[in-house]
């Protein structure tokens, strides 16, 4: 966030003709780049749900692989 909120700080300073930075470039700066927290949010929520769906074949998966071979051909 920092990175963004300095970028839209200088384009704020550079749009209002302004040499110097000043706190208020820097607030509207900050205050932009805030506007991508929701975004940012929503990918976290989906990533967690995509990995909170494939958990269970992931540990079926995993729990066949440490079973010993005469236990799978038994199927139990």
């Known amino acids: ?3 963004l909120s ?3 700080a200088l384009r704020a ?3 209002a003709g302004g040499t110097e930075m000043t706190e208020q470039f820097k607030a509207v700066g900050l205050h932009d780049a805030m506007r991508l927290v929701p975004a940012f949010l929503l990918a976290t929520a ?3 749900l995509l990995a909170a769906r494939s958990f269970p074949n992931d540990e079926r998966a995993a729990t066949m692989q440490a079973r010993p071979k005469a236990d799978r ?3 139990g």
């Open 13 to 15: 300073m550079v749009g």
């Open 73 to 75: 051909s038994s199927g």
């Open 1 to 3: 966030m920092g990175f």
């Open 6 to 8: 300095d970028a839209y």
């Open 46 to 48: 989906i990533a967690l």
